[in-house]
């Protein structure tokens, strides 16, 4: 299986699968997470953390791959949104249009999309998983707040607390539950 067709992470893959494109309902949860984020900082909120889990595989070398993908999508968005390139605000207004119609009395997207590549641009994306080259989360030494996208499998989901978890991705079978 290979993910450069595709735009799709499938459900069973094996262990060297590479995903090469973002998958369309990931780049939509990650700009859920993102309007959220800023959302949260327009309400007062500042200093908290936020968190977004991507929970798609349990083979280690998938994650890292989901990782770098991941990783390179927002590298590319916050100068993106620094200088105003037309089609990625309009997708992340899309989003803000059409999923957060609750804040629009509130909030205009002019609001937003002055803080939103702030948001971007101090993400984080790491994987947690049982490897040596996990990383830790370490919420205490980000005082000012941490905004992180978690790649990980099974340590994610068996009692990990990630502080401000706003947004959740996941790709498994029904059949798993917790």
């Known amino acids: 299986v290979d993910g450069t067709k595709e ?3 499938p459900l069973k893959h094996p262990k060297d699968f590479t995903l090469n494109k973002l998958p369309t309902k990931l780049e939509e949860c990650i700009h859920s997470f993102f309007i959220s984020t800023t959302l949260k900082k327009l309400e007062g909120f500042e200093k908290s953390h936020s968190s977004m889990l991507i929970n798609a595989s349990t083979y280690t070398l998938v994650q890292l791959s989901i990782r770098e993908v991941v990783e390179y999508y927002v590298k590319d968005l916050a100068p993106s949104l620094k200088y105003g390139n037309k089609e990625k605000i309009s997708s992340l207004k899309k989003r803000w249009e059409e999923d957060y119609k609750d804040y629009h009395d509130k909030y205009k997207w002019k609001d937003l999309e002055k803080l939103i590549y702030k948001v971007v641009n101090k993400t984080d994306v790491i994987v947690i998983n049982r490897s040596r080259d996990s990383k830790k ?4 030494e980000w005082p000012s707040g941490r905004i992180v ?3 990980g499998g099974f340590a994610l989901s068996r009692g990990l607390t990630l502080e401000g978890l706003i947004a959740s991705y996941y790709v498994r079978n029904s059949k798993m539950y917790d």
């Open 137 to 140: 989360l370490e919420y205490e």
């Open 149 to 151: 996208i978690v790649v």
């Open 7 to 9: 735009n799709t992470l």
